[in-house]
């Protein structure tokens, strides 16, 4: 059974800094493709940045220079590292696993519970 539960989330002034994580259990990282959406409150989910399985990453225009994603296949642990953060990035963050291409399309299989991020200006 695919479980996968976030960390990492909270608030932050305009400028700062958090790093999301995302542990796994019941696959392996290295034979799926993953990565994180976000849902800010009356819009709808929205792709932020996914892996392929051959390290490949696309990364939504709005975060681009700014958030980095990357993961440790030994620990079974995806993250996602924000920096620059502005008040338009505040939204519940989700990590996503699946075993087909998604890229940033809402579509994933596996979808975590979420963590709240929120920055204020």
């Known amino acids: 059974q695919v479980e996968l539960v976030e960390s990492g989330g909270g608030s932050v002034q305009a400028g700062g800094t958090l790093r999301l994580s995302c542990a796994g259990s019941?696959?392996?990282?290295?034979?799926?493709?993953m990565g994180w959406f976000r849902q800010a409150p009356g819009s709808e989910r929205e792709g932020v940045a996914v892996?392929?399985?051959?390290?490949?990453?696309t990364y939504a225009d709005s975060v681009k220079g700014r958030f980095t994603i990357s993961q440790d296949d030994a620990k079974n642990t995806l993250y996602l590292q924000m920096n620059s953060l502005k008040p338009e990035d505040t939204g519940m963050y989700y990590c996503?696993?699946?075993?087909?291409?998604?890229?940033?399309?809402?579509?994933?299989?596996?979808w975590g519970q979420g963590t709240q991020v929120t920055v204020s200006s």
């Open positions: 019941g696959f392996r990282y290295s034979a799926a493709y």
């Open positions: 892996f392929d399985k051959y390290k490949t990453t």
């Open positions: 996503v696993a699946d075993f087909w291409p998604r890229s940033l399309r809402p579509e994933y299989k596996y």
